[in-house]
């Protein structure tokens, strides 16, 4: 079976996205990074949300504490002080394994030869990890990553969260030349929630069910105090497309990463022009391309396969069966 590693932020839609990803997948190891709040809070979170999900054999394992050159930037204001608003939950009775998730990362994708990495926060440790250990380009199988946009972005308009956060990271993992998913914020709004959802919830008798109605509950209000119409389960999107990937609809395009533009930092910029290289079958055609100068930047091989539709409806049907399994 597959081992999946979740390099993770927890973060509100990263517990979501573990609860759904520990139920349907060979999860081998949970690591963390700095980026919905600080690595100690972080870690201890994805330790709690484990406890809660009865998932102790699952390691978490510590990651790096800060981005590859900028200070951290925390979101407070959408996942609460703890990363955990919304939710109490007991402090975890166990610890963290020995050494950093960089070196687990490359232990495991170097040991198996299907990793699957579900990246759900900054890209920092998977950067760091390709590039102590180039090979890992040949082991890893896909990387599902919840960053980037087609459209707009989050934090600034033209960026999203996890890539501005260390968008040097972001920019060396999508030159790699492993195979992408990117779940960007054009794909995870489509799955808005809010009260109505969140009432279906608190319907399933449970701990996790709970638990997860709770910080739904946090999160749709700071999300509407910003002016969004429910809150986008951003995080389970990227673990969606490994579960039930023909729930989503792909695009193949090139996709780069801004890291010098004082407007654009932290941008995707994603080709999606008519003839783009790599694109649907049916829609290629370099012709044009062929006769015009290399100069007007021709479209490049796509490098990522981009989420641009999903079944909503589905989406939430299955979380919500998964929740009642707990
Ligand atoms: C991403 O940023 C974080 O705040 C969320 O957990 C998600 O991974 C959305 O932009
Ligand atoms: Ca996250």
């Known amino acids: 079976m597959t081992s999946v590693i979740i390099d993770c932020d927890p973060g509100l839609d990263d517990a979501i996205a573990i609860l759904l990803a520990i139920k349907h997948l060979n999860v081998v190891g949970i690591t963390t990074v700095s980026g919905n709040e600080s690595i100690e809070k972080v870690t201890t979170n994805a330790l709690k949300v ?7 054999h699952i390691p978490v394992v510590r990651g790096s504490d800060r981005p590859l050159k900028r200070d951290p930037v925390y979101a407070p204001h959408f996942h609460g002080e703890s990363g955990m ?6 402090a975890p009775t166990k610890v963290p394994l020995e050494g950093h998730a960089v070196e687990f990362i490359i232990e495991v994708g170097m040991s198996a030869s299907d ?10 440790n998977i950067a760091t990890a390709l590039r102590k250990e180039p090979r890992l380009r040949e082991r890893v199988k896909l990387i599902s990553m919840m960053g980037g946009s087609v459209t707009n972005g989050n934090v600034t308009p033209a960026a999203e969260f996890n890539v501005y956060h260390d968008a040097e990271a972001a920019d060396i993992v999508f030159r790699a030349k492993i195979p992408i998913f990117m779940a960007g914020l054009n794909l995870t709004g489509q799955v808005l929630v809010g009260q109505k959802e969140i009432g279906v919830i608190r319907t399933i008798n449970n701990g996790a069910a709970q638990v997860v109605a709770d910080l739904l509950n946090f999160y749709v209000t700071a999300s509407e105090r910003l002016g969004a119409r429910g809150a986008s389960l951003h995080d389970p999107c990227a673990v969606m497309a490994v579960i039930e990937p023909d729930m989503i609809e792909f695009e193949s395009m090139h996709v780069v990463v801004e890291t010098s533009g004082d407007h654009t930092y932290g941008m995707t910029v994603c080709d999606r022009r008519a003839g783009a290289l790599g694109r649907r079958k049916d829609e290629r055609s370099n012709s044009v391309w062929d006769e015009i100068d290399d100069q007007l930047s021709r479209p490049k091989q796509a490098n990522v396969e981009v989420g641009v539709s999903i079944d909503r409806e589905r989406f939430f049907f299955f979380l919500v069966e998964t929740l009642q399994r707990y």
């Open 50 to 56: 484990l406890e809660l999900g009865g998932a102790t």
């Open 85 to 90: 608003g919304g939710a109490d939950l007991p």
């Open 115 to 124: 990793l699957v990495l579900i990246s759900i926060g900054p890209l920092t």
